[in-house]
């Protein structure tokens, strides 16, 4: 792997941009592989990673039936905080912001990570109640959070309606908290674990499993056989899908998760914006666009459009805060599908085949926790054991009944 440096920069220049080598390869499958990620997104790429750089296990495949980042990776909105309620939340995903700090200087790829804080707003008694509370638990936590005066609010973000139909009474900040560049975080995973080793193989559907004696030996693909003895699942959505092919089912319900994006503006909003209580969040892209996001639909589904109902409640709310967005018009809209559990946790770890690893059910906090879900995973598959932060999260929790809630901290209602 050519380092990208000013250097090496100025050095293409010369030539017109033209000799630059290409990011990553796109070999055949190998017959056999010590370890096999199916899915190409963030986490799959980052477990690939980790699993070279940090374990030292290069003969790995990650398997991706379409092109990388084309899933979850590239429909989110590409929030990143850790300021979640439960210990073990905050250590999970405190772990990925610590990574995300120096993510572009580790993959020496610039993954545009904007630390410009997240607010989440307070609009009656209960949601003071409820930011006093996860405030007071991250800070036992070793989360940073500060508590806003409306009048912060006010100073932070001038352009913000502070008693129109939802008054602001406070909010939570997490200063730590921010955006990155979704397709920036895949392709240098990407581009990084391929200088390791790893093989990334796209275009490559999974279609089953063979298991022998309670254990994966292989997996078939539409490109076809590939032996391994560990395997790995992070398929976001779909995961229930690959589960029901290897035998085995997941206490999980996949739904439509929508967003849209304005026409881009000059820079007027330069921290994330989010409502639990009305359900909305904002922020502002390096290209002026708004992204904007609410709540997953109320059905069961894997329609990448979702319905119209929801559109319309978030531009309503959205609108109440800040009235000046009236007159901007919306260039895109999509829809990812969010893989939710019962307690809006995530499970990783081992599943009921020997040798099978799943990452899933992250709902709406998959992309601020891939460089955290990538390394704890890469360790659990590398160890045959779950990793000491992830073992609460695995799926035992739901039949001894030791779940982690965060229904109330996702900020999306679901």
Same mark, same amino acid.
């Not at 290409?22 to 190998?30: D, F, H």
């Not at 809006?344 to 059910?361: A, E, H, M, Q, Y």
């Given at each position: 792997?050519?380092?990208?440096?000013?250097?090496?920069?100025?050095?293409?220049?010369?030539?017109?941009?033209?000799?630059?080598?290409?990011?990553?390869?796109?070999?055949?499958?190998?017959?056999?592989?010590?370890?096999?990620?199916?899915?190409?997104?963030?986490?799959?790429?980052?477990?690939?990673?980790?699993?070279?750089?940090?374990?030292?296990?290069?003969?790995?495949?990650?398997?991706?039936?379409?092109?990388?980042?084309?899933?979850?990776?590239?429909?989110?909105?590409?929030?990143?905080?850790?300021?979640?309620?439960?210990?073990?939340?905050?250590?999970?995903?405190?772990?990925?912001?610590?990574?995300?700090?120096?993510?572009?200087?580790?993959?020496?790829?610039?993954?545009?990570?904007?630390?410009?804080?997240?607010?989440?707003?307070?609009?009656?008694?209960?949601?003071?109640?409820?930011?006093?509370?996860?405030?007071?638990?991250?800070?036992?936590?070793?989360?940073?959070?500060?508590?806003? %005066?409306?009048?912060? $609010?006010?100073?932070?973000?001038?352009? &913000?309606?502070?008693? =129109?139909?939802?008054?602001? +009474?406070? /909010? @939570?900040?997490?200063?730590?908290?921010?955006?990155?560049?979704?397709?920036?975080?895949?392709?240098?995973?990407?581009?990084?674990?391929?200088?390791?080793?790893?093989?990334?193989?796209?275009?490559?559907?999974?279609?089953?499993?063979?298991?022998?004696?309670?254990?994966?030996?292989?997996?078939?693909? %539409?490109?076809?056989? $590939?032996?391994?003895?560990?395997?790995? &699942?992070?398929?976001? =959505?779909?995961?229930?899908? +690959?589960? /029901? @092919?290897?035998?085995?089912?997941?206490?999980?319900?996949?739904?439509?998760?929508?967003?849209?994006?304005?026409?881009?503006?000059?820079?007027?909003?330069?921290?994330?914006?989010?409502?639990?209580?009305?359900?909305?969040?904002?922020?502002?892209?390096?290209?002026?666009?708004?992204?904007?996001?609410?709540?997953?639909?109320?059905?069961?589904?894997?329609?990448?459009?979702?319905?119209?109902?929801?559109?319309?409640?978030?531009?309503?709310? @959205?609108?109440?805060?800040?009235?000046?967005?009236?007159?901007?018009?919306?260039?895109?809209?999509?829809?990812?599908?969010?893989?939710?559990?019962?307690?809006?946790?995530?499970?990783?770890?081992?599943?009921?085949?020997?040798?099978?690893?799943?990452?899933?059910?992250?709902?709406?906090?998959?992309?601020?926790?891939?460089?955290?879900?990538?390394?704890?995973?890469?360790?659990?598959?590398?160890?045959?054991?779950?990793?000491?932060?992830?073992?609460?999260?695995?799926?035992?929790?739901?039949?001894?009944?030791?779940?982690?809630?965060?229904?109330?901290?996702?900020?999306?209602?679901?």
């Amino acid at each position: 792997m050519s380092r990208y440096s000013l250097w090496s920069l100025a050095r293409n220049a010369l030539t017109g941009h033209r000799d630059w080598p290409r990011a990553w390869r796109s070999p055949a499958p190998q017959p056999d592989y010590d370890v096999v990620i199916v899915g190409g997104g963030g986490h799959g790429l980052a477990t690939a990673y980790y699993l070279a750089k940090a374990f030292g296990i290069t003969r790995v495949a990650v398997l991706e039936k379409g092109w990388l980042g084309g899933g979850n990776t590239g429909r989110n909105t590409t929030i990143i905080r850790s300021n979640y309620l439960t210990q073990e939340s905050a250590a999970l995903y405190d772990h990925a912001v610590t990574l995300w700090e120096g993510l572009s200087r580790d993959l020496n790829f610039n993954v545009m990570f904007s630390p410009r804080g997240l607010l989440h707003l307070a609009h009656h008694v209960h949601d003071l109640q409820e930011i006093g509370r996860r405030g007071h638990a991250n800070w036992l936590n070793g989360v940073d959070a500060e508590f806003m %005066t409306p009048a912060q $609010i006010k100073a932070m973000v001038p352009i &913000i309606n502070l008693h =129109g139909r939802y008054p602001i +009474l406070g /909010g @939570l900040l997490q200063r730590r908290g921010g955006i990155a560049r979704h397709d920036a975080v895949a392709w240098g995973y990407a581009r990084a674990a391929d200088a390791l080793g790893v093989d990334i193989i796209q275009n490559c559907e999974v279609t089953g499993f063979r298991i022998d004696g309670g254990a994966v030996r292989a997996v078939e693909t %539409t490109r076809g056989t $590939i032996a391994s003895r560990r395997v790995g &699942i992070v398929v976001a =959505g779909h995961s229930s899908v +690959l589960a /029901g @092919l290897a035998g085995f089912r997941l206490p999980i319900d996949s739904t439509p998760l929508q967003a849209l994006v304005s026409e881009p503006i000059k820079p007027v909003l330069d921290v994330v914006i989010m409502s639990n209580t009305i359900h909305v969040y904002v922020s502002q892209s390096d290209k002026g666009e708004l992204v904007i996001g609410a709540g997953s639909d109320l059905h069961n589904s894997y329609s990448q459009r979702g319905a119209f109902s929801v559109i319309e409640h978030t531009v309503e709310p @959205l609108l109440e805060l800040f009235p000046s967005f009236s007159r901007l018009r919306m260039m895109r809209h999509w829809a990812g599908i969010v893989d939710v559990t019962r307690d809006r946790s995530p499970i990783i770890g081992k599943t009921p085949v020997d040798g099978l690893f799943i990452n899933c059910g992250w709902g709406t906090g998959g992309f601020k926790a891939t460089p955290g879900s990538g390394h704890l995973f890469a360790a659990t598959i590398a160890r045959d054991e779950p990793h000491a932060i992830v073992a609460p999260f695995g799926l035992d929790r739901f039949v001894s009944g030791a779940l982690i809630d965060e229904a109330a901290a996702a900020a999306v209602a679901h």
